[in-house]
């Protein structure tokens, strides 16, 4: 059906930067919107950035002016640039999409396996 293959996600010391990236394949007709989310221990799963078809993103408060979310359409891709990491970024970080199928028909979310992203101080 529809698959989501997360990449990027590492040990990286404070200061220092990552790049995500989710590929979604599959029967896809479109994609509404991707994004990200993380998850610290002990903490909810939490949104970091989302963007839709027509290009509007939103922002985590926390990570505004460090993070930078782009899409490739074509592709059906997502990425996260990360810079600046602070150890409070330490989380392991899930892609989702919102997606419209081709067989059936239908819209759902699905939800990569989570890549490992940690921060040293």
């Known amino acids: 059906q529809v698959q989501l293959v997360e990449s990027g996600g590492g040990l990286v010391q404070a200061g220092g930067s990552l790049r995500l990236s989710c590929a979604a394949s599959?029967?896809?007709?479109?994609?509404?919107?991707m994004g990200w989310y993380r998850q610290a221990p002990g903490k909810q799963r939490e949104l970091v950035a989302v963007i839709a078809s027509g290009g509007s993103t939103n922002y985590a408060d926390s990570v505004k002016g460090r993070f930078t979310i782009s899409r490739d359409n074509a592709k059906n891709t997502v990425y996260l640039q990360m810079n600046s990491l602070k150890p409070e970024d330490t989380a392991v970080y899930y892609c989702?999409?919102?997606?419209?199928?081709?067989?059936?028909?239908?819209?759902?979310?699905?939800w990569g396996q989570g890549t490992q992203v940690t921060v040293s101080s």
């Open positions: 989702n999409a919102w997606v419209v199928t081709t067989t059936p028909r239908m819209t759902d979310d699905y």
């Open positions: 599959g029967s896809i007709f479109s994609i509404n919107y």
